[in-house]
């Protein structure tokens, strides 16, 4: 089955097809939840099934819909609603926390964490289904299959519309994966309205482009809304903000009033993820029971929605899915290339010596990164001789490349990934007795792991030392001289990855 054992840590593990099936299962589970038809959905009944729902952050609608569905499915629930109480308050790391609820045999985790890439780790480090329940300021996607569920039982459709995303946009983990799943569907016209502080991530908006999403950004809420059929509102997320005087800004111009409702489209909805922040409305309350409020029947979507999730990963439904499933991208280890060596006569316009003797020569490297290497390949500590140089080759002297020549030294291939990893496309040469042996050019690996000082660039991410989690930075190839963390996604120069 397509769906048994899966985790669901982003929203990019579904196909397209995989989150229309869930849709339509979670709205036969609707069907089926309003008319109290046990037989249809308690699909776990008999079957001694334990779900942990693990939440180190504050939740009403994610953690009680979660345990609602599972005690619709039949499933028995243990776990945590904060850390309060918990040896995470003794210090206990998340790796140990979750080696606990596999060791008890719980049959699946929820988890929301404040650490982004949190669930990814967890997916990773365990083998049973891990559901992000939110993972810091990156995800929340069982709140994008709900929203996406609403959006589709509003319009009719999930393609071809105007969609606005207004509020927190920077630190918006709903709105940012909403942004995501979008990208897959046709026609999609975006609306974004925020404080300038609290605007899309510009890598996100950069993917959002590259999907051929039409993105506008307007300079009021009344603009954004009046030209979208669908208004995705967030509040200010103050928790995740290092300065406060942001929240402040931000929050005066954020709600969405009735004098704005006056102005939509006649067949507008207004959705929100919740909860809405008394002190700081991102929703005038007077607009609850408004026609066109979706928030609450948005937030009952969380029912069908995560039975249907639940009952996927557990393998109770889903042996009738035809379409496209999710194939996990092979990781190749290929990076080294052989090139022929072609002597060349000593060159007289260049100021470097060559290595007499032995030892390698790593070439065209990427411009300053000589330093970094010498530093990664612990080149001083093992009392090496080494001559580092950005230079610019008489040939091209617009390029300015980077040399790094080690005497009396071997890479071993675990270096030449690391050297791969900072500086894809450079040349590696070995000398051997003054001659050149050996010649690679080494390409960015697809996965990149183990090298020393490595560290993602975000500092909320769980891979980061200071959270103390011991979890192992770990990059994958994400373009030419690009690499997105392994956990968090984030986005990266290689030359920022030591
Ligand atoms: N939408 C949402 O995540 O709400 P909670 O924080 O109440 O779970």
Known sequence: MAFANRDLTGIQDFTIDETMYVLDKATEMKHALLHKDVQRYRLADGRDLLAALLFYENSTRTRTSFEVAAQRLGMNVTGFASVEGTSVKKGESLRHTLDMYEAYLCDCIIMRHPLDGSARFAA???????FNAGDGKHEHPTQ?????????EHLGRLHNFDLGISGDLKYGRTAHSLAIALMAFEGIRVHLFSHPSLAMPQELLDMMAESGMEITVHETLMDAARNTDVL??????KERM????????AKTISEFTEKIMEKTRPHFGLMHPLPVD????SIASALDKHPKALYKTQAGNGVPT???????????????FTGEPFRESQCSEDFIEVLPIREK????????????NNGVVVDHMAPYMEEILTQVLKVRERRDIYRAATVKPASRPEDIKGMLMIEDRRLTEHELKIVASISPGCTVNIIENGTVTGKFRLSLPDKVCDVPGMMCANKGCISRPEHQESVSPR??????????????GQIMHTNQIV
Not at 309 to 316: H, P, R, V
Not at 345 to 354: E, H
């Open 232 to 237: 995705y509102q967030t509040r200010i997320q």
């Open 278 to 281: 008394k002190g700081a409305p």
């Open 345 to 356: 006569p000593l060159r007289q316009d260049v100021s470097i010596r060559p290595i007499r």
């Open 124 to 130: 990773d480090h365990l083998g049973i289904p891990i």
């Open 475 to 488: 990059m994958m190839k994400a373009g030419d001289r690009r690499v997105s963390c392994f956990y968090c």
């Open 306 to 320: 995560r039975l249907t999730e639940l009952a996927l990963a557990l393998g109770l439904m889903g042996d009738d």
């Open 242 to 249: 290092p300065d406060l005087s942001e929240y402040d800004k």
């Open 144 to 152: 994008t299959l709900l929203d996406l569920f609403t959006i589709r």
